[in-house]
């Protein structure tokens, strides 16, 4: 029986579009499969070597922490109930860079826990799951498995986050995916809203709205994908309404080892990072961009990333560009040396914040 849930959930489409389509079959352990009941076992393990040298702050650091994803383990589960097949996932992503900040208290981020119900009709799934606004943006990311811009100094990476893209907020949710239909899948979803307006009388009298939609063909061998998401939630209080909106978009061809990617978002009223309880002030627009080529040649896959964030709302403007070439030792094994040169400026003042550029050399274990 094939392990639905597994397929569908985040950290699958993250390692799938990473490793190609063969990474389905080698994405998770299986410990039990008798009389329709499944029970399987997923993991990824990185980390890498990172020296930075920060050009404003005039200092340079050495580190050993953990990519863009962080180090997650996964439990599925699978039950065939007549024409119904009921499903479960639950990850937990824990972070290796607190190792001198706090030795024995390392944080566990549980970012999936959540059932799904499917059938002829598509899918259900309800629980926390990631978002639908930036999904696709993200999980095609051709630097997902390595480092991508910095965070703090000693903190976690970035990735392309604030510099092409915002993240999808693992968030509680009722979302229905349609069955594929001729490579037109369509998902929808009600989601918790976030408090962007604290203060007396906040109130968000309806639900976050997300929804995606994806298209994927095969033209006389180029293989295509193109997507469209997006979100709108409101949130008031006793004197300001905040209403908050984006939409995310972008293509990918890839023909024999060639691969091109082009992605996008633009917000109102959305902070282009991510979005969270008090964290709005105004309904300002932001917008961004992302392009990658790739070239695969028998078990290396090399990268040129370029990606940028404007944010009227953040007050900032950024830019990232990542060289980055990925080793298959196999299947389970990959290996990772990156260079990214980031700059980050405050937009009403053009004074330069970051200028930072960063060499990352890792090692990936996954199953």
Known sequence: MKNNNFRKSGLAIAMMAAMGASAGAN?????????GTSFSVDGYFNAFYVNRDDKVADVRNSDVKMGFLPNTIGFNFSKEM???TL??????????????Q???????????LYATVDGAFGQVLIGKDFGLYARSNIFLDEILMGFGSPG??????????????????????ITYRTPDMGGLNVAAGIFEPANTTPGAQSEQSAPRFEAEVTYSADLNGVALTGWVNGRHQSSE????????????????????????????????GDVPVLITDGALASEEDADGYLVQASYTLGANRFVLSYGETDSDQGNFETENMSVAVFHDVNSNFKLVAEYNMFEQETKSTGVKTADANTLALGAVVMF
């Open 27 to 35: 994405a998770a352990i299986e410990l039990y499969n008798e009389d």
């Open 82 to 84: 007549g024409d119904l």
């Open 102 to 112: 706090s030795p024995t208290d390392t944080a566990i981020d549980v970012r999936q």
């Open 87 to 100: 499903g479960g996932r639950s990850s937990f992503w824990s972070t290796i860079n607190d190792s001198l």
């Open 237 to 268: 209080n006793a004197t300001t309404k905040i209403d908050s909106q984006g939409v995310g978009y972008g293509v990918k061809a890839a023909v024999a080892g060639l691969s091109l990617t082009a992605s996008g978002f633009t917000s109102k």
């Open 152 to 173: 703090a100094a000693t903190g976690v990476s970035f990735g392309n986050i604030r510099t092409g893209y915002p993240y999808p907020n693992p968030s509680a949710q």
